[in-house]
């Protein structure tokens, strides 16, 4: 059995309490010995295989959402809900904003585009993209799960299509509904800025593929209806090789879910259609054994929904070692 020397193990410390997960590991131990007070530079990814896809978990940053923004239960029932899982914020329930990149060896298509500044400590997707070397006018298809500022912000950067060469794929029922004026004058102030962004990614998207259910993108990648959280929210199943996964976006949140699902976001506008999804999806997940990605469960977003005792809990999946 290999022996860690001391010095060895108190120098790969740092980086394992960093929890950065760089794909080459010696750069990542430089990187964290040069810049151990300033671990927040330092990009996480996460891979995983499935068949021949290789998907990498990559974040667009973070923000912490006010307890109070979970309708369905009080402030102080999610505070305490949060101090019990050790994850309370004093502003709040953090939040984070995955993306995900499948590569089949042909093409590279990106899960979501991040909330790039909009809200909270966003926009890291670029930098983590340039992280695996990648420039977004490299990426050959984009599908954005629902029309949230958080899900598409970073399709527009500098009044411009940042993703110049890809299709674009969003459900039609999400693209009709944030582009109506009647729906949008009759919205609160915090969804005006998710009805502004779609606007404009519909002028900057002239590729912008309109989905009506179902489908396969690639083979092997293909669309899953998870309407409720939007009309037209959606999720992306990657299969090949007996193995799959399953990227669902917004079904779940942190602290809240899959616990319950009488509990909402504040953006969740019909909140019977939302629960109904859950409903239905978390019980499935759970007797399925689903590997899931969601975007704002904690880095790299992946696990699976787990009954016990009649209780459904997230219980983290295993990412890095996974031969
Ligand atoms: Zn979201």
């Not at 740092?14 to 590991?25: D, K, T």
């Not at 944030?178 to 004058?185: E, F, G, I, N, V």
């Not at 917004?250 to 409903?279: N, S, W, Y």
């Amino acid at each position: 059995m290999p022996q860690l020397s001391r010095r060895a193990f108190a120098s790969a410390l740092p980086l394992g309490l960093l929890g950065g997960a760089l794909i080459s590991g010696a750069p990542a131990l430089a990187a964290a010995q040069n810049t151990a007070k300033t671990p927040a530079n330092i990009t996480p990814l996460a891979q995983i295989r499935i068949g021949r896809f290789t998907v990498t978990a990559l974040t667009d940053g973070y923000a912490d959402m006010p307890f109070g923004y979970f309708p369905g239960r009080a402030p102080a029932e999610v505070e305490q809900a949060a101090v019990a899982q050790f994850t309370a914020r004093p502003s709040g329930v953090r939040f984070l904003f995955n993306q995900y990149l499948i590569d089949d060896g042909e093409r590279l298509i990106l899960i979501d585009a991040g909330a790039a500044g909009s809200i909270g400590q966003t926009g890291k997707l670029p930098q983590a993209l340039g992280a695996l070397g990648l420039q977004p006018d490299q990426i050959d298809a984009v599908i954005v799960t629902h029309m949230h500022q958080d899900h598409m912000g970073g399709l527009i950067a500098g009044g411009r299509n940042n993703y110049p060469k890809a299709e674009l794929y969003i459900d039609r029922r999400d693209v009709i509904h944030w582009t109506d004026p009647a729906k949008r004058s009759g919205a609160p102030d915090y969804l005006q800025t998710s009805f502004k962004m779609a606007e404009d990614v519909v002028r900057f998207y002239p590729k912008l593929q309109a989905i009506d259910g179902e489908r396969e993108i690639v083979r092997g990648v293909s669309i899953v209806d998870l309407a409720g959280h939007t009309p037209g929210h959606i999720g992306v199943r990657v299969e090949d090789d007996g193995k799959s996964l399953i990227m669902v976006s917004d079904m779940i949140f942190p602290v809240v879910h899959p616990g319950a699902t009488d509990v909402f976001f504040l953006f969740e506008q019909d909140r019977a259609a939302a629960k109904a999804m859950r409903d239905r999806f978390f019980p499935r997940a759970a007797s399925e054994g689903a590997l899931i990605a969601a975007t704002h469960m904690a880095f790299p977003g992946l696990g699976r929904v787990v009954a016990d005792r009649g209780q459904m809990r997230w219980e983290v999946a295993d990412w890095a070692l996974q031969d």
